[in-house]
């Protein structure tokens, strides 16, 4: 089983940033695939951001939603079994519940149902 705790999240004026983190334990992470999810109010879920896991030969792959391309950096420590995800020019749009998910199959898509572990949650709050 894999535990995912994620942190980070808060309230920031528009334009600023954050810096969400989620710890896994219970096994490492390093060759799964890790995203980042979010559920804005009265809303689905949705996909953010995804890494893969990091072959030797290959590194990662990282994909991006639209609405977050160029503004939000997805990473990865495998050292640490955490894997990060900068928010920068926030909007008030990005405000929701932010979610770490794990991918045994290591690719980090877009698919939530590919995902077999999440986290509880973390709130981002972006004001106008």
């Known amino acids: 089983q894999v535990q995912l705790v994620e942190s980070g999240g808060g309230l920031v004026q528009t334009g600023g940033s954050l810096r969400l983190s989620c710890a896994a334990s219970?096994?490492?992470?390093?060759?799964?695939?890790m995203g980042w999810f979010r559920q804005p109010p009265g809303k689905d879920r949705e996909f953010v951001a995804g890494?893969?896991?990091?072959?030797?030969?290959?590194?990662?792959?990282?994909n991006y939603a639209d609405s977050v391309k160029g503004r939000f950096t997805i990473s990865r420590d495998d050292a640490k079994d955490t894997v990060y995800l900068q928010m920068n020019s926030l909007k008030p749009e990005d405000t929701a519940v932010y979610y770490c998910?794990?991918?045994?199959w290591g690719h980090g898509t877009p698919n939530i149902g590919q995902y077999d572990y999440w986290g509880q949650g973390t709130q981002v709050t972006v004001s106008s």
């Open positions: 890494i893969s896991w990091s072959s030797s030969w290959n590194g990662f792959n990282t």
């Open positions: 219970g096994r490492t992470v390093s060759n799964y695939g």
């Open positions: 998910a794990a991918d045994q």
